[in-house]
T-cell receptor, first 111, second 113 residues
Framework: SQQGEEDPQALSIQEGENATMNCSYK?????LQWYRQNSGRGLVHLIL?????REKHSGRLRVTLDTSKKSSSLLITASRAADTASYFC???????????FGKGTKLTVNP | DAGITQSPRHKVTETGTPVTLRCHQT?????MYWYRQDPGHGLRLIHY???????DKGEVSDGYSVSRSKTEDFLLTLESATSSQTSVYFC????????????FGPGTRLTVL
């Protein structure tokens, strides 16, 4: 069963705008990761945030984690057409060597 | 890209035939994973390995078996393919399991007729 659920399922914005995607999960986690998948390609790791962290930045990416609400958000600032992709959150639970992926948010950035 | 390849990249087969997909890595990573990706389901774990000859089941392991006889190769076998196994299969590797990022291969598109 899916641990993470992304919201929205699809998002369409104009170049230059910010894009925000959310992920909710059900059980306690050790860390949460975000991945990007371009059409027809494998997933690419973007960022990892640990359960004791609240916010993390990487370039134009900002990730927040609220363990009390069991939710995370991924913000992409000043989006570009090249950001068009599907974005997945994945959670790592205690005692497990596995990640559980959500179903993804499909982001379209229009030039 | 991390040194991870999958073969074949595309395969069409008939129901009831055996199929083996290969994942090969050059990173010497301990953990290897097989996922399938289907519309509406996202990415689901089939099997994973935490070392040579050490494997465990994932969420959707029925109808699949795996083997890992050396660090660099992780094989996924469909003993008797069914149409429900039509999917895109991804292999991933990780140096430290959940505590580290996973690197994904390019995927294998399998069609079972």
């Amino acid at each position: 069963s899916q641990q993470g659920e992304e919201d929205p399922q699809a998002l369409s914005i104009q170049e230059g705008e910010n894009a925000t995607m959310n992920c909710s999960y059900k059980t306690s986690i050790n860390n949460l990761q975000w991945y990007r998948q371009n059409s027809g390609r494998g997933l690419v790791h973007l960022i990892l945030i640990r359960s004791n962290e609240r916010e993390k930045h990487s370039g134009r990416l900002r990730v927040t984690l609220d363990t009390s609400k069991k939710s995370s958000s991924l913000l992409i600032t000043a989006s570009r057409a090249a950001d068009t992709a599907s974005y997945f959150c994945a959670t790592a639970q205690g005692g497990s060597e596995k990640l559980v992926f959500g179903k993804g948010t499909k982001l379209t950035v229009n030039p | 890209d991390a040194g991870i390849t999958q073969s074949p990249r595309h395969k069409v087969t008939e129901t009831g035939t055996p199929v083996t997909l290969r994942c090969h890595q050059t990173e010497n990573h301990r953990y290897m994973y097989w996922y399938r990706q289907d519309p509406g389901h996202g990415l689901r774990l089939i099997h994973y390995s935490y070392g040579v000859k050490d494997t465990d089941k994932g969420e959707v392991s029925d109808g699949y078996s795996v083997s890992r006889s050396k660090t660099e190769d992780f094989l996924l076998t469909l003993e008797s393919a069914t149409s429900s196994q039509t999917s895109v299969y991804f292999c991933a590797i990780s140096g430290a399991g959940q505590y580290n990022e996973q690197f994904f291969g390019p995927g294998t598109r399998l069609t079972v007729l």
